[in-house]
Nanobody
Framework: QVQLVESGGGLVQAGGSLRLSCAAS????????MGWFRQAPGKEREFVGA????????YYKDSVKGRFTISRDNAKNTVYLQMNSLKPEDTAVYYC?????????????????WGQGTQVTVSS
């Protein structure tokens, strides 16, 4: 399994931006679809978006479309989540996850490896 470490979280005002990074260990990073999830207090972990193993396809939760962008650099074993126009409702712990499935999934149980998460807090 791949080991994942997120970074880049923090406190930002509404309307601001943050870029999260997820660094992966191992030589097979380019064979994983990568996803971003988030979990707010008292809520279930939810899908934010995902990117295919070569980066050719991306998928997003409706509420973040047009504001969030996922990208990856397979040479650096890193996936990114650029978050713009942040809203207080985006406040959550953000997790990156890796999937070995053929198809990109939106469910938590479709991902094999998880990072420890990074806190994003958006103040109003």
């Amino acid at each position: 399994q791949v080991q994942l470490v997120e970074s880049g979280g923090g406190l930002v005002q509404a309307g601001g931006s943050l870029r999260l990074s997820c660094a992966a260990s191992g030589r097979t990073f380019s064979s994983y679809h990568m996803g971003w999830f988030r979990q707010a207090p008292g809520k279930e972990r939810e899908f934010v978006g995902a990117i295919s193993w070569r980066g050719g396809s991306t998928y997003y939760k409706d509420s973040v479309k047009g504001r969030f962008t996922i990208s990856r650099d397979n040479a650096k074993n890193t996936v990114y989540l650029q978050m713009n126009s942040l809203k207080p409702e985006d406040t959550a712990v953000y997790y990156c996850a890796a999937s070995t499935r053929w198809n990109i999934g939106e469910k938590v149980n479709e991902y094999n490896s998880w990072g420890q998460g990074t806190q994003v807090t958006v103040s109003s």
